[in-house]
Structures are given as structure tokens and as C-alpha cells.
């Protein structure tokens, strides 16, 4: 493998590594405002990497020059499509979540509801065992 | 490796399929759709068919998915209850056509394996007839050169599709949806500013490199259609009643130049839609774009005319 071919299988690993990040945030994040955010900034980045990957192993300034239109085109194709979806979630008044989703879980975790639903199977399974 | 990925496209293909047909709900269908054609293009290339990789991304996702995305916005608007639910009696038929159709599919490729591979294939008998022939692409060749009359009926089955609308929607047309997207906005703006002159080119350089790559005029036409999909949906074009002269002109063009030039052909003895040469092959597929790009505009916009929206 000649130092080429290694750099080039970097980036591309690097830009799958950043689909599979957008791809877990589009489908974990809360609301369609930080999905967005996600699915844009990780996948923009990936698409650059995994570009640069190919045009390094295609080893011609022809084809390097297409893939870097291509992520041009891609660039200016996500950005006003998260522009306009953003702007038809806020038309709809679908606003964003203020708060962070690891804040929630570590109240819910805390919550009396929580415990005492546990004491609850706790109980059932000792009247099943007396 | 790469049988795992064929394996994996394979999976993919039916997995979606079945989405596109089982989905809880119609939006979700029409997504599983575009999806679908989007993997069976990578499936085409996959199988070294870059012609129809080319034509399924263009025609299949793309065209196909923003007309289905446009009737469901009128669906939506006309009866918001109705596409909620799915229609049962389509439903319970669905089993037994699944099961048919995955009859007939197995049947075919069990035929098609049994196709003659050797001399007297047609496949081959192209490929050798190609040094004759003034341009160096085999699936232009077979549209244009071995079955011309095959890509002259496409044209007219497009155009009776146009007619078609008309005569279902009436002369007024439907209710006019409102633009989608205002062009006023800044970004919209000088996306447009940017992609339509590059759709124009991208589909003029599709039309050239057919002669002798792959590329041709259907390919050429979906990209220069998406390009007029953009302007309808941001209101710089509207869809009007009564068709213009540019309209009238697109919409025939490739059928009219076809015929012209293959029954001039035929009058001169040289035998019915024969191509005199490289020049009839561009002259043919130039106005074959025209028609195609204009007809999928003019369905898209559901309307006989197109003007120039006002702001």
C-alpha cells in the first residue's frame, strides 16, 4: 500500500465515521431543528472526506475537479434545504427544545414517578414469592 | 467484499419495496419510493449499466418523485381524512398480487437465463455492428439506429400522456397550488441563480457525451426538467391555460424532426427512420430533449402553457 492509498482510506473512513454521526443524530435528536443541525453540518463535512478520498485514489485532476464541484453542489444543496425546512418547522410553530436531552433523562431518573413504579414490581414480585 | 455489498443492495431493493407498498402512510410510501429508485440506480450501475443508473436517478427518483410528492400535496389539499387511511379493498388483494408478481418475477429471470448468449444474440450483433456506425455509444445506437420506432412511439407515448391531463383536468385546469418556496428569500435565490445555468449546461453535456458515452437525451432532458421543476416550485414559472407558441413547439418538436427525417428517408429510398448520419443522430436527440424536458415541465405544472411569474 503505498502511502497514497493510506491517506486516501483515512479520509474515507474519517467521512463514513461522520455519515454514521449525522445518520445516529437524525435519528436520536429530539427535534427536527437539531436533526437538521446533524444531518447538515456531520454530513457536508463527511461528503468533503470521503470526496477527497476518492479523488486522491482517482490520481487525475479531471476527475478530482468533478468530485470537488460535486461537493460544492452538495454543500449549497443542504444548506438551503435545511434553511428552508428550518423555516417550514418554525412556520408551523414547531420550536425548538431548550432543553438538552441528557438534563432530561438525569431528572426522570431522579423523579418520584420513576421510584415508585419500581417499588411497585419490587412488591409484586414479593407477593409472588411469599 | 463486493458480493456482500450486491448481497446487502439486493436486501435493500426488496426491503424497500416492501416499505413503498406496506408503509403506514401515503407521505411515507412516496419517500420509500424515491428512496428505492435512488438504490436501484446504484443497483444498475452496480450491474455496469450506467446509461440506466443514469435514467432510473433522473426519471425514476427524481422526475417520478416530485410529480407523486405533487399529487399528494393535492390530496392533501382537497381531503386531508382521506389520505390518512389506507384503501381496504386495494389491501386485501395485495397478498395474492405480491405472490403473482413474485411468480412472474422468477419466471422471467428463469427465461432470461436461457436467453441465446452466443453469435446470433442481438447484444453482439450490435456491438459488431458498431465500427459501421458514426457514433460509438451501443444503447444511443439501439434507440436511435436499430430501434428507432420503439424511441419514436416513447415520444408519442408522452405526448398522449400531456393530452391525456388535458382532456382529465379540463380547460381550466386544477386549482392553482401556491408556490411552494418564495424566490424572494436570499438563499432560494442564488441557489437558482446557480443551478438552473448548470442544469442547462450539465444537460447539454449529457446530450454530446450520449454519441459516444453514456448520456443521451432522456438523461439530459430529466436534468434539464428538474431545472424547470425548481423554477415552478419557487414561483418563477407559473402554469397557465392557454399554451404559448414556445410550449406548442416543445411539446412536438422530437416527433415532428423523428418523423420528418425518417420518412424523408424513406421517400429517398433509404429506407424507413434509417439515420443518414452522426448529424440526424444529434439533430434527432437535440429535439427529443426539447419535447421530453418540456412535457415533464408542463405535467409538472399541471397546465398546457407556462409564463414567467410575476413577483
Known amino acids: ?130 | 467484499m463486493s458480493l456482500a455489498l450486491d448481497a446487502l443492495l439486493a436486501l435493500a431493493l426488496v426491503l424497500l419495496a416492501l416499505q413503498v407498498v406496506t408503509g403506514r402512510s401515503l407521505f411515507r410510501g412516496i419517500v420509500m419510493f424515491v428512496v428505492f429508485g435512488v438504490v436501484m440506480a446504484l443497483v444498475w450501475a452496480r450491474l455496469g449499466a450506467p446509461d440506466l443508473a443514469l435514467a432510473e436517478a433522473a426519471i425514476g427518483a427524481g422526475m417520478t418523485g416530485a410529480l407523486l410528492m405533487l399529487g399528494y400535496r393535492r390530496l392533501a389539499q382537497h381531503g386531508p381524512l382521506r389520505i390518512r387511511r389506507r384503501p381496504s379493498p386495494g389491501s386485501r388483494l395485495a397478498a395474492p398480487l405480491g405472490v403473482l408478481s413474485m411468480v412472474l418475477v422468477a419466471g422471467l429471470g428463469a427465461s432470461a437465463l436461457q436467453l441465446p448468449t452466443g453469435a446470433g444474440a442481438a447484444g453482439r450483433g450490435v456491438l459488431q455492428a458498431m465500427p459501421e456506425l458514426p457514433i460509438g455509444n451501443p444503447v444511443t445506437a439501439v434507440l436511435l439506429v436499430f430501434r428507432g420506432y420503439d424511441t419514436l412511439l416513447e415520444l408519442v407515448v408522452l405526448l398522449v400522456a400531456m393530452l391525456g391531463m388535458r382532456a382529465v383536468q379540463g380547460e381550466a385546469g386544477p386549482p392553482r397550488l401556491r408556490a411552494s418556496v418564495d424566490a424572494r428569500l436570499p438563499l432560494v435565490g442564488a441557489l437558482l441563480s446557480v443551478v438552473v445555468p448548470l442544469a442547462v449546461l450539465v444537460s447539454g453535456y449529457l446530450l454530446y457525451a450520449g454519441g459516444h458515452a453514456p448520456g443521451g437525451a432522456f438523461q439530459g432532458a430529466a436534468v434539464l426538467a428538474a431545472a424547470g421543476v425548481l423554477l415552478v416550485l419557487t414561483g418563477r414559472l407559473r402554469g397557465q391555460a392557454e399554451p404559448g407558441w414556445p410550449e406548442r413547439f416543445g411539446a412536438v418538436v422530437g416527433v415532428v424532426v423523428f418523423s420528418v427525417l425518417g420518412l424523408v428517408q424513406h421517400a429517398t429510398g433509404a429506407g424507413l427512420l434509417v439515420m443518414p448520419g452522426a448529424w440526424a443522430i444529434y439533430l434527432v436527440e437535440t429535439a427529443m430533449l426539447v419535447s421530453i424536458a418540456v412535457t415533464l415541465v408542463l405535467l409538472f405544472a399541471a397546465s398546457a402553457g407556462l409564463r414567467v411569474g410575476s413577483r
Open chain 1, 1 to 130: 500500500m503505498s502511502v497514497v492509498q493510506i491517506v486516501a482510506s483515512v479520509l474515507l473512513c474519517a467521512g463514513s465515521a461522520f455519515y454514521l454521526a449525522g445518520t445516529i443524530g437524525l435519528i436520536r435528536f429530539p427535534d427536527a431543528h437539531s436533526r437538521l443541525h446533524a444531518l447538515t453540518k456531520a454530513d457536508n463535512l463527511g461528503l468533503g472526506l470521503v470526496c477527497a478520498g476518492l479523488a486522491l485514489l482517482a490520481g487525475s485532476f479531471r476527475v478530482a475537479g468533478a468530485l470537488f464541484v460535486i461537493w460544492l453542489l452538495g454543500l449549497l444543496a443542504a444548506t438551503v434545504s435545511c434553511h428552508l425546512i428550518a423555516r417550514a418547522a418554525l412556520g408551523r410553530s414547531i420550536r425548538p427544545k431548550r432543553r438538552p436531552v441528557e438534563s432530561r433523562a438525569t431528572d426522570h431518573a431522579g423523579s418520584p414517578a420513576l421510584t415508585s413504579r419500581g417499588d411497585d414490581a419490587a412488591g409484586l414480585r414479593g407477593g409472588g414469592g411469599s
